[in-house]
């Protein structure tokens, strides 16, 4: 079995990105794997790692993580917390009437600003999801390759979520926008003990991954039946 250890950001500027977001999550940034990094809070259980790249922004992110305040003033104040930190206001067709917030941090990713409330993240910490762009397949895969529990599987959208809770990770179903590239945001899986690097990556094939350059420089590059880079490292 795999942990999901680090979401992975590809950045031109990986210290300048990751003091926004250590700003935003009130995190200290340090350095894991020779990047900047902000270490797993406890209740999140994964951290975020950003590394040196110019990946060219070719559409929308496959994947983006969602922040859920717990009310209206925090939402706001998380919001213009984001806008003094370098965050921009997206329009992604949310109309006006949105109650969530779309932002695009400083390299232009997004992110959502949530509204309070609501059953689906009902439990989740404030990182409550990283919404991803993928048919039901993408999300059986992950729940096997991670041993999480589906929690959402209906009309096409899948979740999956860790049994000891923590964010989730969620998937649209169709449509599916077309990936013109390697994506800016993958995730990092390391063998839990005592499985072996070689072992998981086999394993993960069998579920239907396949071996790519995913720009791994410490682990082993995959990609998710929906294509989507992921990296495995010891």
Known sequence: MCELIALTVVSPDPEGLAGFWGGLLGQAVTIERGAPSLLALSEVGFGLRFVAGAA???????????????????????????????????????????????????????????????????????????????????????????????????????????????????????????????NRLHLDLTPSAPSTTAAEVERLSALGASRVDAGCADGVGMADPGGNELCVVG
Not at 97 to 122: K, M, R, T, W, Y
């Open 56 to 182: 060219e922004k070719w559409g929308p992110n496959q994947m983006h993580p969602d922040l859920r305040p717990t009310s209206l003033h925090e939402q706001a104040s998380t919001v213009h917390h984001a806008l003094e930190l370098g965050a921009r206001h997206l329009d992604v067709g949310q109309g006006p009437d949105a109650e969530q917030v779309v932002l695009a941090d400083p390299d232009g990713n997004e992110l959502c600003i949530l509204e309070p409330g609501g059953s689906f993240l009902a439990g989740c910490p404030f990182f409550s999801s990283l919404a991803g762009d993928g048919l039901a397949e993408v999300g059986y895969f992950w729940r096997d390759a991670l041993g999480w529990s589906l929690v959402w599987d209906q009309d096409g959208e899948t979740a999956v979520q860790a049994p000891t809770g923590g964010p989730k990770l969620t998937w649209g179903g169709e449509p599916v926008a077309p990936k013109f590239g390697r």
